[in-house]
């Protein structure tokens, strides 16, 4: 079977090794003369860049990149890349890169036509009301890793330098117009960067499948990301360069941020402080907290695990299954078993708890969290005790 394969769901998606060469007809259906390449400094160092710019150069585009974004990406990184957008005379954005440079590109997108501030368009209430639809720009987003599935999401994660929280700004539209799936972009990725971006697909996965939400399609869509992740995710840490393996573990990516419409919960929560003050790897550290909260979460999750541990084949039943299988998945690809391998240390549980309590992700963890039940977590999470 060819790995390929041309969807309108959750957008429109052209997946399949090499189409990377489709970018400038895409940028062009969406209107695109002069776009953007919104991606990170890491990256723009790359090849992959310059074949992409290129590929648009010789089809008669005039595009420029923009790569002033860093992991854990700040207000800044966006607004410098709206002046420059601005600058440039631009007409569109391609948003290219894992998570930083996809949601960098996508608050560009949004915010070149918008007159208030980027916190304005928080994930709050109603703001998204806020937000003058007709100045937004068209963005075309090509994934490079496999992991944040940014790629169709509609929304950005980006840090607010003010309270070292990181934010999340949403607008149904923010939803990229077209994305380019090539699992030959994440051929690159190290051992250590697959496992850690899988790991966190992973736990999109989860997290939404556990959320106590009501929405079969997402769930639908959970069980079968995480089946892929199963299958696929120890081949491509083993092997960087087996397509298939890569391929399945970008579609599991896509698959997880399309499930997480339902909601994710404590892992993200926990582990969004530690990357806004920390700056640790966002998918690592959603990696290393996953047993802990799934412990913390079993009485409200015992029944959805039975169905999952069925669907995964996995060698027992039920809670002890699933739990059994992702620790022998973090051991197989190298996760660290503790926070405190990544940095946290107990004296920073008491802050990080007040900004997981008011993190977006907590309303939707199975269990109902307090402040003091997140510093008893971290402090498991820290000391590594299941
Ligand atoms: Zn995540």
């Known amino acids: 079977m060819e790995l390929k394969g041309n969807w309108n769901f959750p957008t429109s998606i052209r997946f399949g090794a090499g189409r990377l060469r489709e970018l400038p007809e895409v940028c062009r259906a969406l209107g695109m003369r002069r776009p953007l390449l919104v991606t990170d400094a890491a990256l723009a160092r790359l090849p992959l860049v310059a074949t992409a710019v290129n590929a648009c150069t010789e089809s008669g585009l005039e595009c420029a990149v923009y790569s002033n974004v860093q992991p854990n990406p700040v207000a800044d990184n966006v607004m410098y890349g709206v002046a420059t957008y601005q600058a440039g005379g631009h007409d569109g954005v391609i948003a ?4 930083s440079g996809l949601d960098v590109g996508k608050a560009v997108g949004l915010m070149v036509g918008q ?15 806020r937000v003058n639809v007709s100045g937004m720009a068209p963005v075309v987003a090509v994934p490079t890793t496999a992991g944040t599935g940014s790629e169709v999401g509609r929304a ?12 999340i700004i949403f607008h149904p539209r923010m939803m990229p117009g ?17 496992a850690a ?29 995480m089946r892929l992740v199963k299958q696929w995710l120890p081949a491509a840490v083993e092997d960087g360069r087996n397509v298939t393996a890569r391929a399945h573990m970008l579609i599991a990516s896509s698959m997880g941020a399309t499930a997480f419409q339902k909601g994710l919960g404590a892992m993200h929560s926990l582990s969004h402080p530690c990357g806004a003050n920390l700056n640790t790897h966002h998918g ?89 039940d997140f510093e008893r977590l971290y402090l498991r999470c820290i000391r590594g005790e299941l």
Request: aromatic share 8%; proline share 9%; glycine share 6%.
């Open 284 to 372: 690592l550290t959603n990696a290393v907290v996953m047993p802990y909260v799934l412990v913390w979460n079993r009485a409200a999750i015992e029944g959805k695990m039975q169905r999952l541990a069925a669907y995964l084949e996995l060698p027992g039943r039920g809670f002890d299954a699933v739990l059994e299988w992702v620790l022998a998945l973090r051991r197989r690809i190298a996760i660290p078993n503790t926070l405190a391998d990544t940095g946290v240390r107990p004296e920073h549980a008491v802050q990080f708890a007040a900004q997981a309590l008011a993190d977006p992700s907590t309303p939707t963890n199975p269990v109902p969290m307090t402040r003091d």
């Open 115 to 129: 007159s208030r501030p980027l916190f304005d368009f928080e994930d709050r209430e109603d703001w998204y009301l």
């Open 178 to 194: 077209t994305v380019v799936a090539d699992p030959e972009l994440t051929f690159g990725l190290p051992p250590q960067i697959t």
């Open 96 to 99: 290219f890169g894992g998570g």
């Open 156 to 167: 950005a994660v980006i840090v607010d330098p003010t309270d070292h929280t990181k934010k």
């Open 197 to 225: 971006t899988g790991m966190d697909a992973l736990s999109h996965s989860l997290e939404a499948y556990c959320s106590p939400l009501y929405h079969p399609l997402a769930e639908g869509v959970a069980v079968e990301g």
